[in-house]
């Protein structure tokens, strides 16, 4: 009896912690997808004269940019891969954004399009 009052206190205790780790675990891994995303297309525009593609299909990067599209995580939506051109910063949804009309004069507009906070405190689409 004592023994299972002593377990469950330290799944009480531990529990929300592990799962704290995973979740900032997974945010980990979407900031850094994010930035090989981005390294992804700024290769792409030196092979391209400088010019950004158009619309960001998975095929356009992988695999000579990146392995595969990796994941991106939030708390309120859960993970997915998914690349879809934006109609700007007001969506808000999981996946990868991509803003192509900038293409031309600089670098192009790859960002999370989901307005909720991470961890730290920081809205998704401003990271
Ligand atoms: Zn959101």
């Given at each position: 009896m004592i023994l299972m009052s002593?377990?469950?206190?330290?799944?009480?205790?531990?529990?929300p912690k592990y799962g704290n780790m995973l979740r900032d675990s997974k945010e980990g891994a979407t900031l850094q997808g994010l930035g090989n995303l981005r390294t992804a297309l700024t290769l792409y525009s030196i092979d391209h004269d400088g010019v950004y593609p158009n619309t960001l299909l998975p095929?356009?990067?992988?695999?000579?940019?990146?392995?595969?599209?990796?994941?991106?995580?939030?708390r309120e939506h859960g993970s997915s891969r998914a690349m879809a051109p934006s109609g700007?910063?007001?969506e808000d949804?999981?996946?990868?954004?991509?803003?192509?009309?900038?293409h031309r004069y600089g670098p192009a507009r790859l960002y999370i399009p989901c307005v909720h906070?991470?961890?730290?405190?920081?809205?998704?689409?401003q990271r």
């Open positions: 002593l377990l469950s206190i330290l799944l009480a205790v531990f529990l095929s356009v990067l992988v695999p000579r940019y990146l392995k595969k599209i990796p994941e991106c995580y939030t700007g910063f007001q949804r999981v996946g990868w954004g991509y803003l192509s009309e900038s906070k991470d961890s730290r405190g920081i809205p998704w689409s």
